[in-house]
């Protein structure tokens, strides 16, 4: 194959933006059988392969830009969705603050409808997290307060 990407662009980007939302349920998922699942069968975790907040905080400010560019994607708008929700149901604490600022930026903006139209609907994929409220704060992060 010469090593090119077959395909059109558009392809090319939604299997992109599909492959990061698997690897985001992924990383989601084996979080929570980490931490939360209860004993079963399967081979636990030994203490020192746990993933620590820290780790967790790194990988998702690692995934944030990438997914929040994803947001205004016009044809991978549900595949950014999905691991927006991902990411803001592992960390609400911050990928919701970035949100609201994008959501706000795009208020301001009359030339761009598709940005305020992208940002409402990845803001329906936050409401859960965002709703959840207090129990989501990161005790060892400081917020301002407006």
């Not at 790194?58 to 595949?79: G, Q």
């Not at 959501?103 to 859960?128: G, W, Y």
């Amino acid at each position: 194959m010469d090593g090119k990407v077959e395909g059109t662009p558009r392809q090319t980007s939604a299997s992109f933006y599909h492959t990061l939302a698997q690897v985001l349920n992924t990383f989601y998922l084996y979080g929570f059988r980490e931490r939360y699942a209860k004993p079963s069968w399967e081979t636990s975790i030994p203490d020192e392969n746990k993933l620590t907040d820290s780790d967790v905080d790194a990988f998702v400010m690692t995934m944030l830009p990438v997914v929040m560019t994803a947001m205004f994607n016009k044809f991978c708008i549900n595949e950014a969705c999905q691991a927006l929700q991902y990411l803001a149901t592992i960390r609400p604490s911050l990928v919701i603050p970035d949100m609201l600022e994008r959501m706000q930026s795009t208020f301001d903006s009359l030339t761009e409808p598709h940005k305020l139209t992208a940002s409402m609907i990845c803001m329906v994929a936050v409401a859960r997290p965002m709703v959840q409220g207090s129990r989501n704060i990161n005790k060892e992060l400081t917020y301002n307060k407006f």
